[in-house]
C-alpha cells in the first residue's frame, strides 16, 4: 500500500466561522474565578470584584511583525500570548483573560491555525489566563492577529510610568539585546538558505538568543516577587520597543532625566560573542533592540537592600532632575544623551 | 498667488508611533468615572466597582468588511465603534470604554488618519465610550482596525443567549435588510463609475438605506429602555451576520426551537421597493442581510403588554420545543427551515 504522505489540509471555507471558532477554542481551560462567561456569547463577562481592571491590546501582522518563514506558528501563537500579558506586568498586575482576532487569508489551512492556537493554549496554560473571546475572519493577504489581554491588580498595588522620581534607582529585570541578536542569525539563516536550500544551519551555539526571539516569556513572577519582598516601583514598563525607547517613556512622563551606566547592562555572553561576529557595538542593541521582555522599573533608594543581591535584578541607574538630561555614562566615563532608537514599526514600509 | 490645491499630506514616518498617537488621541474626552488610566502607559486601569465587566472585539480588513472606493474614512471610524459597542448593549450592559488599534500601510497620509479618528471620536461622544488604549502599526497592504469594547452591567441585569424557553416571545427592534441594501447600491454606483467616471450618481432616493449601510447606530437606547420598561430578556443577541444566523445561535444555545412569521418582519419601504428593483426577494434579504446592528431578544409571554404598541419593537414569533426545529413561517403559511445563510467572513476569498 502506497503511504499519502501529503499533510491533510481542511478548507476553512468548509468549516464556517463558527465551525472554526469551536474547533480552535477546544480544549481551553479556564483558570480563574473572574471569568463568568468566556467565548461564545456577545460579549464575554468578567468579575473583578472591588479590583481594578488593567486591559492592553497588540495587533501583530505578517510581513511586518513576524515571516512565517521561519517563526513556527505554535511559537507565534505562543508570543503573541506573551507580549500582551508582558504588558499587564508592566502594571504590577495579574493577567487574567485574552481576547484573540485572527484574519487569514485562505493559503491557511484548519491545521495551520490549530498550530496557531496549540501556542495560544500553552501560553494561556502557562500564564494561568482564560481565552475569553475573540473575531475570526479573512485576510486578503497573510496573517493578522490582535490580541487583548485583560489584567486585575489592587488600586494600591498598580504601578504606573509617571511615578519616577530624582535619585530613584532605575532597575532591569533578566538581561537584554538577545531577542534582537536572534533575529540577525535567523535573518542570515533565513538568506542563507534561499543561496542554498540545501545548507544545514549550525544554529546550537545561538540557543539562547534564538529561544528570547521565538519563545520569549513574560515575567509573570515579577510582580508577586516585588510584593514578597515589599517593593513597591515608582514607575514601571516593559522592554518591548527598546530600552532606549522605554526610559525615555518613563522620564519624560515622570518629568525626570536620568544616568544609565553601560557597564551595568546586563547582557547574556551570547549576546555580546553574536554582536562580536556581526560587528555590531553590544551597548547599542542593548539599547536599541527590543523584544525582550524584561521590566524596567525605578525604586526609592530605601528599597535597594531589599532587591540587592536578587539575581532578577541589576541596578543600571538613577534618576535625576529633569535639567540633566536622560544619559548614558560610557565605560569611558563620557556622557552620551539617549536618544529613541528602539524598533518603530511604522518606519517599516519606508 | 496660485493657490496650492494639493490636499497637504504628513508622512507618517516622519511623526514616529507616538507622535502619531499624540495626535490622533487628542480631543478625546473621559466620559465615565470607570476610567482611571487611558491612553499611555503599558495598560489602561478602570474601576468597575461591584459591576461584572463585559469585553467583546471585532477586526475589519479592508477588502473584506470594506472598501474604501466608496466608504468615506470618517464613517468607517464611526462604524467601526458602532460594530463592537452593539456587541456590549447585545449584553444588556452599558458600553463603557474602547480600544482601537489600527495598522496601515505608508499610503495613508496623517491627514486620512485624522478623518478616521474623527469619526471614532464622534461615536465615542454619542456612545459615551472612552478611549482608553490601542495599537499603531504598519501593514503591508490597506488598512486593518480591531476594536475592543468594554462595557459594564449589574449582574442581575446580564442577557445571554441561552436563555430562551418555550413559548417566549421573539422580538426585533427597528427593522432590517437596509444595510445589505445599501451595500448593494454603493457597489452598483461603484461598477458604473468604473465605466464612466463621469456619470452623477442618483441616490437621494436610497438615502435611508445607504445610511444603513455607511452611519449605521447601535441600539443603545435598548437596554436602559428594557429597564424602564420593567423588562428583562430571557436571550438577546445583536443583529450583525443576519436575522437567520441570530435566530439559530439563540435556540442552538438555549436547546429550543422557534417559528418567526415572514409577514411579521419589520421591513423599510425603501428596502422593499429597492429589492423590487434588483429583483431580489426581501425575506431573503431580512433573513441573510446582516449588519443592521438592531437587538434580536425574548421576552417571557407575560411581559407582552409591557411592550406592546411600542414602535421600538415588532414580535416576530415565538420560542417552540427543540424538537420542531427553526422555521419560517411563510405569508402562504408554508413551514420553510431556516438555515445560517448569514454572511460569512470566511466565505469571500474562496
Known amino acids: 500500500m502506497i503511504e499519502d504522505k501529503t499533510p491533510h489540509r481542511t478548507s476553512l471555507a468548509d468549516l464556517g466561522e463558527f465551525g472554526l471558532i469551536d474547533r480552535l477554542t477546544k480544549g481551553f481551560e479556564i483558570h480563574n474565578p473572574s471569568t463568568l462567561k468566556g467565548v461564545g456569547d456577545d ?7 472591588n479590583k481594578k481592571t488593567v486591559v492592553s491590546t497588540d495587533l501583530l501582522i505578517e510581513g511586518v511583525h513576524f515571516d512565517l518563514s521561519y517563526v513556527p506558528l505554535k511559537h507565534l501563537g505562543y508570543k503573541s500570548v506573551v507580549v500582551n500579558v508582558s504588558d499587564i506586568y508592566a502594571m504590577n498586575a495579574t493577567a487574567t483573560q485574552i481576547t484573540v482576532s485572527i484574519a487569514v487569508s485562505n493559503r491557511f489551512p484548519l491545521e495551520a491555525l490549530e498550530e496557531l492556537y496549540a501556542g495560544i493554549r500553552l501560553a494561556c496554560k502557562h500564564y494561568k489566563v482564560d481565552l475569553v473571546g475573540g473575531d475570526t475572519t479573512s485576510s486578503t493577504r497573510g496573517l493578522i492577529i490582535s490580541v487583548t489581554a485583560i489584567g486585575e491588580a489592587e488600586a494600591s498595588d498598580l504601578v504606573y510610568r509617571n511615578g519616577a522620581q530624582p535619585n530613584d534607582l532605575v532597575v532591569l529585570t533578566g ?3 538577545g531577542a ?5 542569525i535567523l535573518e ?15 544554529i546550537e551555539m545561538y540557543s539562547y538568543i534564538l529561544e528570547r526571539q521565538l519563545k520569549p516569556e513574560a515575567r509573570k513572577d515579577i510582580p508577586p516577587l516585588l510584593k514578597q519582598l515589599g517593593v513597591k516601583p515608582t514607575a514601571m514598563m516593559d522592554v518591548s520597543d527598546g530600552l532606549s525607547s522605554e526610559i525615555l517613556h518613563i522620564c519624560k512622563q515622570s518629568g525626570v532625566g536620568c544616568r544609565l551606566y553601560e557597564d551595568k547592562i546586563p547582557l547574556d555572553p551570547q549576546v555580546i560573542s553574536t554582536c562580536e ?3 555590531l557595538d553590544s551597548t547599542t542593541i542593548a539599547l536599541s533592540g527590543g523584544e525582550d521582555y524584561e521590566l524596567l522599573f525605578t525604586i526609592a533608594q530605601a528599597d535597594y537592600d531589599k532587591i540587592k543581591g536578587n539575581p532578577n535584578f541589576t541596578v543600571i541607574g538613577y534618576i535625576t532632575d529633569k535639567s540633566e538630561g536622560v544619559n548614558l555614562v560610557t565605560r569611558a566615563g563620557q ?3 539617549i536618544i529613541a532608537k528602539g524598533w518603530n514599526a511604522l518606519t517599516i514600509n519606508n
Chains 1, 2 share one sequence.
Open 335 to 337: 556622557f552620551i544623551p
Open 188 to 202: 542570515r539563516e533565513k538568506a542563507v538558505f534561499q543561496v542554498n536550500p540545501n545548507s544545514q544551519p549550525d
Open 277 to 279: 561576529e556581526f560587528n
Open 43 to 49: 460579549a464575554a463577562v468578567m468579575d473583578f470584584k
Open 180 to 184: 534582537y541578536m536572534g533575529l540577525q
Open 175 to 177: 538581561d537584554i539585546g
